[in-house]
């Protein structure tokens, strides 16, 4: 069985809880590699968090596609679906045998991000607080198709693979009442955890859980060498493969290069023999 946690994901395979306080991370953002805290748990609380999906995810994988005693699931991850899909992996390997992650991110706005946080994540905190009491008219004025046709020509590089479609999968959640809750308590979690944490933590299954990476070269929103760097620095992640021409989601605008990777890593850990 496969579990899936794709965002955007609609071209498939037919077609080709509760967080400890703070651990300390690596600085990873460039040369630099001092130590730098990384706050676990959410700001508000909130229930929408990291933890609660990796419940979800393994959720999915037991009661959906039956992962368990007989066979495990392999989880394919894009963006910040990354971060519940390790934590999910991490926690649940009795559930998982590897994970296809897809232009991880890597989380910006995280307080171990940013710049001098001290001055930075004031302000920061400062613009979430405000979109979370006042921002339902901007919500609204943006969650429509032509705006988010718009916003989505950015991350994807593909001529055409924006379409009708593709904004009707993404604005119809965005529709639903309490939506923009979601939405807002999601860009005020400047914590919890980051790739680089989760590949090295102690508890991650690097021995049975291999992970493949894969991004796209024109993606403005995932750095290249910093997803280059998790190939060379964490055991667990045995590939990196970057694909030119295509953006943040190449599984959608290019499946016919990510579809055979995916294939290929099905029968690395399914232990298929061509």
Request: net charge negative.
């Amino acid at each position: 069985p496969a579990a899936g946690a794709l965002c955007g994901g609609r071209r498939r395979l037919g077609e080709a809880a509760a967080a400890p306080p703070a651990i300390t991370l690596g600085d990873a953002r460039g040369g630099s590699r001092s130590p730098r805290e990384v706050d676990l748990r959410h700001p508000l609380r909130s229930c929408y968090n990291f933890y609660t999906w990796a419940d979800l995810v393994c959720d999915f994988a037991e009661e959906v596609a039956g992962a368990g005693e007989r066979e495990r699931a392999t989880v394919a991850c894009n963006s910040i679906g990354t971060i519940s899909s390790l934590v999910a992996a991490r926690d649940r390997p009795d559930l998982f045998d590897g994970v296809f992650v897809i232009a991880p991110n890597f989380r910006e706005l995280h307080t171990a991000e940013v710049p001098l946080p001290g001055l930075v994540m004031p302000a920061v905190r400062a613009v979430q607080r405000a979109l979370r009491e006042r921002g339902q008219g901007l919500f609204d004025a943006l969650a429509i198709p032509e705006t988010v046709g718009k916003i989505l020509e950015e991350p994807y590089k593909v001529p055409n693979s924006v379409d009708d479609a593709l904004v009707d999968v993404l604005l119809s959640p965005l529709l639903v009442e309490g939506s923009a809750d979601v939405v807002f308590d999601t860009l005020s979690y400047s914590a919890g955890p980051l790739p680089e944490q989760l590949l090295g933590d102690g508890e991650f299954p690097k021995e049975n859980m291999p992970v493949w990476v894969c991004y796209g070269e024109e993606d403005p929103w995932t750095p290249g060498p910093r997803v280059e760097r998790l190939g060379r620095e964490f055991e667990a992640v045995e590939k990196v493969v970057k694909f030119k021409g295509v953006g943040h989601c190449p599984h959608d605008e290019a499946p016919w290069l990510v579809n055979p990777l995916l294939i290929e890593f099905l029968e690395r850990v399914k232990g298929i023999k061509k």
